[in-house]
């Protein structure tokens, strides 16, 4: 169950970077279901850079299944975006979760803004 959870984790909506590099911080939560039931959460805690087109974060992540013992675990996740045409995006993130056994996660698409 918790493993199912790890992916979710590193799940986050990719947009263009800032055109102004800096450092950031960020709470996220990440709910889990199957069907209609609720399976657990992952809640980040990272602090990041973002620059233009790419970023990174690293922190502690709560990772809470439902009915479960959570577990505080050092997650982290890199990504970046690069414009194809006007209003066409391409983006990527590989996500990682630090545990006995590591899990990863990848991601990669394209984005069409009208």
Same mark, same amino acid.
């Given at each position: 169950?918790?493993?199912?959870?790890?992916?979710?984790?590193?799940?986050?909506?990719?947009?263009?970077?800032?055109?102004?590099?800096?450092?950031?911080?960020? &709470?996220?939560?990440?709910?889990?279901? &199957? =069907?209609?039931?609720?399976?657990?959460?992952?809640?980040?805690?990272?602090?990041?850079?973002?620059?233009?087109?790419?970023?990174?974060?690293?922190?502690?992540?709560?990772?809470? #299944?439902?009915?479960?013992?959570?577990?505080?675990?050092?997650?982290? *996740?890199? =990504?970046?975006?690069? #414009?194809?045409?006007?209003?066409? &995006?391409?983006?990527?993130?590989?996500?990682?979760?630090?545990?006995?056994?590591?899990?990863?996660?990848? *991601?990669?698409?394209? *984005?069409?803004?009208?």
């Amino acid at each position: 169950m918790i493993k199912a959870l790890i992916g979710s984790t590193t799940i986050t909506l990719i947009t263009a970077g800032s055109a102004i590099a800096g450092p950031y911080a960020v &709470v996220e939560n990440n709910g889990g279901y &199957v =069907g209609s039931k609720f399976q657990g959460s992952v809640t980040d805690f990272h602090i990041g850079w973002e620059g233009s087109g790419y970023y990174a974060e690293v922190g502690p992540s709560l990772f809470a #299944p439902d009915g479960g013992e959570s577990e505080i675990l050092l997650t982290g *996740k890199a =990504g970046g975006s690069v #414009p194809i045409t006007d209003g066409l &995006v391409g983006y990527a993130e590989l996500g990682v979760t630090i545990d006995k056994t590591n899990s990863y996660s990848t *991601k990669a698409g394209v *984005k069409y803004s009208f």
